[in-house]
């Protein structure tokens, strides 16, 4: 895919947080998010677990995110995608024609 044909297909707006240490007023930890990026991605649903593992972390939807290359994102950061909110499971950084990331995520419960 070259570079113009790659940009065509980003067209969802994503943004990738990591969770700093916060505390509240008495000292408990409380989760805070740092935004680190913000980025048009393209979005494709991956197939979930089995029907009889409904119940399982398996099940829960999986999300593959294709955006321009970038180190900033890490495993374990969170994806927000209008509405839903993701846990980034992988990182991959493909470096074939057009350098690109590719992201997997899974909805939170």
């Not at 969802?12 to 990026?37: C, H, K, M, N, W």
């Given at each position: 895919?070259?570079?113009?044909?790659?940009?065509?297909?980003?067209?969802?707006?994503?943004?990738?947080?990591?969770?700093?240490p916060g505390r509240d007023a008495l000292g408990s930890a409380e989760p805070e998010y740092l935004t680190v990026g913000v980025f048009w991605a393209a979005a494709e649903a991956m197939q979930?677990?089995?029907?009889?593992?409904?119940?399982?972390?398996?099940?829960?939807?999986?999300?593959?995110?294709?955006?321009?290359?970038?180190?900033?994102?890490?495993?374990?950061?969170?994806?927000?995608?209008?509405?839903?909110?993701?846990?980034?499971?992988?990182?991959?950084?493909?470096?074939?024609?057009?350098?690109?990331?590719?992201?997997?995520?899974?909805?939170?419960?």
């Amino acid at each position: 895919m070259m570079g113009q044909e790659f940009s065509g297909i980003l067209r969802e707006r994503i943004s990738i947080e990591r969770q700093a240490p916060g505390r509240d007023a008495l000292g408990s930890a409380e989760p805070e998010y740092l935004t680190v990026g913000v980025f048009w991605a393209a979005a494709e649903a991956m197939q979930t677990g089995a029907v009889s593992e409904a119940e399982s972390r398996s099940a829960l939807p999986r999300w593959r995110f294709t955006l321009r290359e970038t180190r900033v994102i890490k495993p374990g950061d969170r994806l927000v995608w209008g509405d839903r909110v993701m846990t980034i499971s992988s990182v991959i950084l493909e470096h074939r024609r057009t350098r690109k990331t590719i992201l997997q995520a899974e909805e939170k419960r």
